[in-house]
Protein backbone atom coordinates (compact mmCIF):
# COMPACT_ATOMS: atom_id res chain seq x y z
CA UNK A 1 0.00 0.00 0.00
CA UNK A 2 1.21 3.31 -0.67
CA UNK A 3 1.95 5.42 2.31
CA UNK A 4 1.50 9.20 3.60
CA UNK A 5 2.79 11.50 5.71
CA UNK A 6 1.12 12.81 9.19
CA UNK A 7 3.56 15.69 9.82
CA UNK A 8 6.92 13.66 9.68
CA UNK A 9 4.90 9.96 10.69
CA UNK A 10 5.04 8.08 7.77
CA UNK A 11 2.05 5.62 7.85
CA UNK A 12 -0.32 3.62 5.21
CA UNK A 13 -2.30 5.54 3.03
CA UNK A 14 -5.40 4.12 4.97
CA UNK A 15 -5.00 2.80 8.87
CA UNK A 16 -7.10 0.57 10.93
CA UNK A 17 -9.60 1.59 13.65
CA UNK A 18 -9.91 -0.73 15.81
CA UNK A 19 -12.47 0.17 18.72
CA UNK A 20 -15.11 -1.77 17.13
CA UNK A 21 -13.43 -4.84 18.01
CA UNK A 22 -14.07 -4.29 21.64
CA UNK A 23 -16.17 -1.40 22.28
CA UNK A 24 -19.34 0.76 20.88
CA UNK A 25 -20.60 -1.25 18.32
CA UNK A 26 -22.22 -4.23 19.97
CA UNK A 27 -20.64 -7.35 21.83
CA UNK A 28 -16.47 -7.08 21.25
CA UNK A 29 -15.42 -9.77 18.63
CA UNK A 30 -13.71 -13.19 20.08
CA UNK A 31 -10.07 -12.30 20.93
CA UNK A 32 -8.78 -14.82 18.26
CA UNK A 33 -10.80 -13.75 15.53
CA UNK A 34 -10.12 -9.75 16.10
CA UNK A 35 -6.21 -10.83 16.20
CA UNK A 36 -6.31 -12.93 13.05
CA UNK A 37 -8.30 -9.48 11.66
CA UNK A 38 -5.54 -7.11 12.77
CA UNK A 39 -2.52 -9.12 11.55
CA UNK A 40 -4.75 -9.97 8.01
CA UNK A 41 -4.33 -5.95 7.73
CA UNK A 42 -0.42 -5.79 8.55
CA UNK A 43 -0.21 -8.84 5.64
CA UNK A 44 -1.89 -6.64 2.99
CA UNK A 45 0.26 -3.41 4.02
CA UNK A 46 -1.46 -1.70 6.71
CA UNK A 47 0.69 -0.15 9.38
CA UNK A 48 -1.18 2.60 11.45
CA UNK A 49 -3.35 1.63 13.96
CA UNK A 50 -5.43 3.31 16.44
CA UNK A 51 -6.82 2.66 19.86
CA UNK A 52 -7.18 3.95 22.85
CA UNK A 53 -7.50 3.00 26.67
CA UNK A 54 -11.23 4.21 26.75
CA UNK A 55 -11.63 1.11 24.15
CA UNK A 56 -12.89 -1.32 26.61
CA UNK A 57 -11.64 0.44 28.96
CA UNK A 58 -8.30 -1.10 28.58
CA UNK A 59 -9.63 -4.42 26.47
CA UNK A 60 -8.23 -2.91 22.79
CA UNK A 61 -5.21 -1.58 23.60
CA UNK A 62 -4.07 -5.06 25.41
CA UNK A 63 -5.79 -7.16 21.73
CA UNK A 64 -3.11 -4.99 19.67
CA UNK A 65 -0.88 -5.81 22.06
CA UNK A 66 -1.05 -9.34 21.65
CA UNK A 67 -2.06 -9.35 17.94
CA UNK A 68 1.09 -6.60 16.84
CA UNK A 69 3.73 -7.84 19.05
CA UNK A 70 5.56 -10.02 16.46
CA UNK A 71 5.90 -7.29 14.12
CA UNK A 72 5.96 -4.03 16.49
CA UNK A 73 8.76 -2.20 14.50
CA UNK A 74 7.02 -2.56 11.75
CA UNK A 75 3.66 -0.35 12.34
CA UNK A 76 2.32 2.58 13.99
CA UNK A 77 0.24 2.21 16.93
CA UNK A 78 -1.99 5.07 18.33
CA UNK A 79 -3.25 5.45 21.40
CA UNK A 80 -4.85 7.88 24.00
CA UNK A 81 -5.84 9.25 26.88
CA UNK A 82 -7.93 11.96 28.80
CA UNK A 83 -11.18 10.38 30.40
CA UNK A 84 -11.29 9.38 33.80
CA UNK A 85 -9.96 6.28 34.26
CA UNK A 86 -10.44 5.31 30.71
CA UNK A 87 -14.27 5.97 31.06
CA UNK A 88 -15.73 8.74 28.97
CA UNK A 89 -18.98 8.60 30.73
CA UNK A 90 -16.83 9.93 34.38
CA UNK A 91 -15.29 12.94 32.19
CA UNK A 92 -12.06 14.63 31.31
CA UNK A 93 -9.18 13.77 33.19
CA UNK A 94 -5.68 15.13 31.74
CA UNK A 95 -4.07 16.20 34.05
CA UNK A 96 -0.30 15.86 34.01
CA UNK A 97 0.15 13.41 36.34
CA UNK A 98 -2.99 11.40 35.12
CA UNK A 99 -1.38 11.51 31.72
CA UNK A 100 2.42 10.31 32.66
CA UNK A 101 -0.11 7.36 34.16
CA UNK A 102 -2.19 6.22 31.41
CA UNK A 103 1.35 6.30 29.68
CA UNK A 104 3.01 3.44 31.12
CA UNK A 105 -0.12 1.62 31.62
CA UNK A 106 -0.65 1.84 27.75
CA UNK A 107 3.20 0.69 27.46
CA UNK A 108 2.30 -2.21 29.32
CA UNK A 109 -0.92 -3.04 27.29
CA UNK A 110 0.94 -2.86 23.98
CA UNK A 111 3.65 -4.57 25.12
CA UNK A 112 6.16 -1.68 23.51
CA UNK A 113 8.37 0.75 24.38
CA UNK A 114 7.26 3.64 23.21
CA UNK A 115 3.65 4.57 22.01
CA UNK A 116 4.29 6.17 18.50
CA UNK A 117 1.22 8.77 18.48
CA UNK A 118 -0.19 9.99 21.86
CA UNK A 119 -3.32 11.51 21.38
CA UNK A 120 -5.41 13.76 23.80
CA UNK A 121 -9.12 12.11 23.36
CA UNK A 122 -11.01 15.22 24.18
CA UNK A 123 -9.86 18.38 25.02
CA UNK A 124 -10.06 18.88 28.95
CA UNK A 125 -11.46 22.54 29.66
CA UNK A 126 -9.85 22.24 33.31
CA UNK A 127 -6.48 21.50 32.44
CA UNK A 128 -4.70 24.61 30.09
CA UNK A 129 -3.88 23.22 26.43
CA UNK A 130 -0.55 24.25 27.25
CA UNK A 131 0.14 21.81 30.27
CA UNK A 132 -0.77 19.12 28.35
CA UNK A 133 0.97 19.69 25.23
CA UNK A 134 3.99 19.98 27.78
CA UNK A 135 3.99 16.88 29.71
CA UNK A 136 3.89 14.77 26.13
CA UNK A 137 6.95 16.60 25.43
CA UNK A 138 8.38 15.75 28.30
CA UNK A 139 7.11 11.47 27.43
CA UNK A 140 8.62 12.41 24.03
CA UNK A 141 12.09 13.76 25.68
CA UNK A 142 12.33 10.17 27.82
CA UNK A 143 11.33 8.12 24.86
CA UNK A 144 8.26 6.61 25.91
CA UNK A 145 5.93 8.49 22.96
CA UNK A 146 7.46 9.73 19.68
CA UNK A 147 4.54 12.14 18.46
CA UNK A 148 1.64 14.03 19.80
CA UNK A 149 -1.77 14.67 18.71
CA UNK A 150 -5.24 16.01 19.32
CA UNK A 151 -8.55 14.66 18.91
CA UNK A 152 -11.71 16.49 18.56
CA UNK A 153 -9.70 19.80 19.01
CA UNK A 154 -10.75 23.56 17.75
CA UNK A 155 -8.52 25.49 15.65
CA UNK A 156 -7.26 27.65 18.78
CA UNK A 157 -6.54 24.73 20.92
CA UNK A 158 -4.30 23.32 17.90
CA UNK A 159 -2.36 26.96 17.73
CA UNK A 160 -1.79 26.63 21.19
CA UNK A 161 -0.65 23.35 21.62
CA UNK A 162 1.38 23.56 18.50
CA UNK A 163 3.45 26.26 20.10
CA UNK A 164 4.61 24.22 23.01
CA UNK A 165 5.08 20.76 21.38
CA UNK A 166 4.34 20.07 17.59
CA UNK A 167 1.17 18.10 16.80
CA UNK A 168 1.77 16.07 14.35
CA UNK A 169 -2.01 14.54 13.55
CA UNK A 170 -5.49 15.73 14.63
CA UNK A 171 -8.33 12.94 14.57
CA UNK A 172 -11.53 14.39 14.67
CA UNK A 173 -14.64 12.78 12.51
CA UNK A 174 -14.82 13.76 8.54
CA UNK A 175 -17.02 12.09 5.86
CA UNK A 176 -19.15 12.55 3.13
CA UNK A 177 -21.88 12.99 5.53
CA UNK A 178 -19.56 15.54 8.41
CA UNK A 179 -17.90 17.74 6.60
CA UNK A 180 -17.63 20.54 9.81
CA UNK A 181 -13.71 19.91 9.44
CA UNK A 182 -13.69 21.96 5.91
CA UNK A 183 -14.97 24.82 7.69
CA UNK A 184 -11.61 26.00 9.36
CA UNK A 185 -9.75 22.58 10.99
CA UNK A 186 -7.98 21.99 7.67
CA UNK A 187 -7.08 24.96 6.45
CA UNK A 188 -5.27 25.45 9.84
CA UNK A 189 -3.48 21.93 9.66
CA UNK A 190 -2.47 22.57 6.03
CA UNK A 191 -1.17 25.85 7.53
CA UNK A 192 1.01 24.02 10.44
CA UNK A 193 1.83 21.15 8.71
CA UNK A 194 -0.10 18.83 10.97
CA UNK A 195 -1.70 15.86 9.56
CA UNK A 196 -5.35 14.83 9.48
CA UNK A 197 -7.06 11.31 10.71
CA UNK A 198 -10.58 11.24 10.06
CA UNK A 199 -12.02 8.60 12.36
CA UNK A 200 -15.58 7.16 10.99
CA UNK A 201 -15.07 7.64 7.37
CA UNK A 202 -17.85 5.25 6.40
CA UNK A 203 -20.82 7.68 8.39
CA UNK A 204 -19.70 4.94 11.41
CA UNK A 205 -21.63 2.36 8.80
CA UNK A 206 -24.04 4.21 7.31
CA UNK A 207 -22.51 5.26 4.06
CA UNK A 208 -21.67 1.24 3.16
CA UNK A 209 -25.09 0.97 2.55
CA UNK A 210 -25.62 -1.90 5.12
CA UNK A 211 -28.14 0.19 7.13
CA UNK A 212 -31.69 1.03 6.56
CA UNK A 213 -34.43 2.44 8.70
CA UNK A 214 -35.41 -1.34 9.91
CA UNK A 215 -31.87 -2.02 11.37
CA UNK A 216 -32.08 -3.19 14.79
CA UNK A 217 -28.91 -2.47 16.70
CA UNK A 218 -27.46 -4.46 19.48
CA UNK A 219 -28.90 -2.64 23.10
CA UNK A 220 -24.97 -2.47 23.82
CA UNK A 221 -24.46 0.06 20.35
CA UNK A 222 -24.14 3.52 20.90
CA UNK A 223 -25.47 4.32 17.63
CA UNK A 224 -29.19 3.66 19.55
CA UNK A 225 -28.02 7.35 20.85
CA UNK A 226 -27.08 9.44 17.80
CA UNK A 227 -29.93 11.17 16.94
CA UNK A 228 -28.42 10.88 13.23
CA UNK A 229 -29.17 7.18 13.54
CA UNK A 230 -33.22 7.42 14.43
CA UNK A 231 -35.30 5.69 11.53
CA UNK A 232 -36.31 8.72 10.74
CA UNK A 233 -33.00 10.09 9.74
CA UNK A 234 -31.61 7.30 8.53
CA UNK A 235 -34.84 7.25 5.59
CA UNK A 236 -34.40 10.88 5.11
CA UNK A 237 -30.47 9.95 4.67
CA UNK A 238 -30.71 6.83 2.12
CA UNK A 239 -31.00 9.61 -0.41
CA UNK A 240 -27.11 10.26 -0.07
CA UNK A 241 -26.29 6.49 0.10
CA UNK A 242 -28.17 6.17 -3.11
CA UNK A 243 -26.60 9.03 -5.08
CA UNK A 244 -23.03 7.53 -3.85
CA UNK A 245 -24.11 4.43 -5.08
CA UNK A 246 -24.79 5.93 -8.70
CA UNK A 247 -21.19 7.13 -8.34
CA UNK A 248 -19.70 3.89 -7.38
CA UNK A 249 -21.03 1.93 -9.83
CA UNK A 250 -19.86 4.30 -12.50
CA UNK A 251 -16.47 3.48 -11.10
CA UNK A 252 -16.92 -0.30 -10.94
CA UNK A 253 -16.36 0.04 -6.97
CA UNK A 254 -18.32 -0.20 -3.77
CA UNK A 255 -20.13 2.81 -2.03
CA UNK A 256 -17.50 2.44 0.79
CA UNK A 257 -15.04 2.75 -1.83
CA UNK A 258 -15.86 5.97 -2.51
CA UNK A 259 -16.19 7.71 0.83
CA UNK A 260 -12.94 6.72 1.28
CA UNK A 261 -11.32 7.54 -2.00
CA UNK A 262 -12.95 11.01 -1.65
CA UNK A 263 -11.37 11.53 1.43
CA UNK A 264 -8.07 10.43 0.26
CA UNK A 265 -8.50 12.68 -2.51
CA UNK A 266 -8.98 15.98 -0.12
CA UNK A 267 -5.65 16.24 0.93
CA UNK A 268 -2.44 13.66 0.64
CA UNK A 269 -2.09 14.59 4.56
CA UNK A 270 -5.23 12.95 5.25
CA UNK A 271 -5.37 9.12 6.01
CA UNK A 272 -8.60 7.56 6.78
CA UNK A 273 -8.88 4.88 9.47
CA UNK A 274 -11.88 3.02 9.06
CA UNK A 275 -13.07 -0.12 11.23
CA UNK A 276 -14.04 -3.31 10.56
CA UNK A 277 -14.83 -6.72 12.35
CA UNK A 278 -14.97 -8.71 9.49
CA UNK A 279 -12.07 -9.52 6.67
CA UNK A 280 -13.98 -8.95 3.58
CA UNK A 281 -14.88 -5.24 4.30
CA UNK A 282 -11.07 -5.14 5.82
CA UNK A 283 -10.09 -6.20 2.13
CA UNK A 284 -13.00 -4.04 0.36
CA UNK A 285 -11.64 -0.74 2.71
CA UNK A 286 -8.24 -0.82 1.63
CA UNK A 287 -9.29 -1.55 -2.15
CA UNK A 288 -10.13 2.27 -1.84
CA UNK A 289 -6.55 3.28 -2.04
CA UNK A 290 -6.35 2.10 -5.90
CA UNK A 291 -9.59 3.80 -6.87
CA UNK A 292 -8.60 7.26 -8.49
CA UNK A 293 -11.51 9.60 -8.69
CA UNK A 294 -10.92 12.34 -11.25
CA UNK A 295 -11.87 16.10 -11.17
CA UNK A 296 -15.45 14.93 -12.81
CA UNK A 297 -16.10 12.13 -10.51
CA UNK A 298 -15.16 14.69 -7.82
CA UNK A 299 -17.26 17.85 -9.03
CA UNK A 300 -20.21 15.08 -9.61
CA UNK A 301 -20.15 14.09 -5.92
CA UNK A 302 -20.06 17.93 -4.76
CA UNK A 303 -22.94 18.24 -7.13
CA UNK A 304 -24.57 15.76 -4.99
CA UNK A 305 -23.55 16.84 -1.60
CA UNK A 306 -24.93 20.07 -2.30
CA UNK A 307 -28.20 18.61 -3.23
CA UNK A 308 -28.77 16.58 -0.13
CA UNK A 309 -29.32 17.98 2.97
CA UNK A 310 -28.29 15.54 6.17
CA UNK A 311 -30.74 14.84 8.94
CA UNK A 312 -30.23 14.67 12.58
CA UNK A 313 -27.06 15.86 14.81
CA UNK A 314 -23.70 13.80 14.58
CA UNK A 315 -24.14 13.62 18.56
CA UNK A 316 -26.66 13.54 21.94
CA UNK A 317 -25.93 17.35 22.86
CA UNK A 318 -24.17 15.83 26.18
CA UNK A 319 -21.15 14.68 23.71
CA UNK A 320 -21.31 17.47 21.04
CA UNK A 321 -20.27 19.83 23.98
CA UNK A 322 -16.64 17.89 23.90
CA UNK A 323 -16.03 18.31 20.48
CA UNK A 324 -14.54 21.38 19.03
CA UNK A 325 -12.69 23.22 22.02
Known amino acids: MNKRKLGDLEVSAIGLGCMGLSFGYGPATE ?8 RAAVERGVTFFDTAEAYGPFA ?3 LLGEALAPVRDQVVIATKFGFVEGMPSQGMDSRPERIRAVADAALKRLRSDRIDLFYQ ?15 VRDLIAEGKVKHFG ?12 HAVQSVTALQSEYSLWWREPETGILAALEELGIGFVPFSPL ?9 SDATQFDPSDFRN ?29 SKAQVAIAWLLAQKPWIVPIPGTTKLHRLEENLGAAEIEL ?19 ARYPAQLQARVGR
Open 31 to 38: TAKAIQLI
Open 60 to 62: NEE
Open 121 to 135: HRVDPDVPIEDVAGT
Open 150 to 161: LSEAGVDTIRRA
Open 203 to 211: GKGFLTGAI
Open 225 to 253: VVPRFTPEARRANQALVDRLDEIARTKGA
Open 294 to 312: TPEDLQRIAEALAAIEVQG
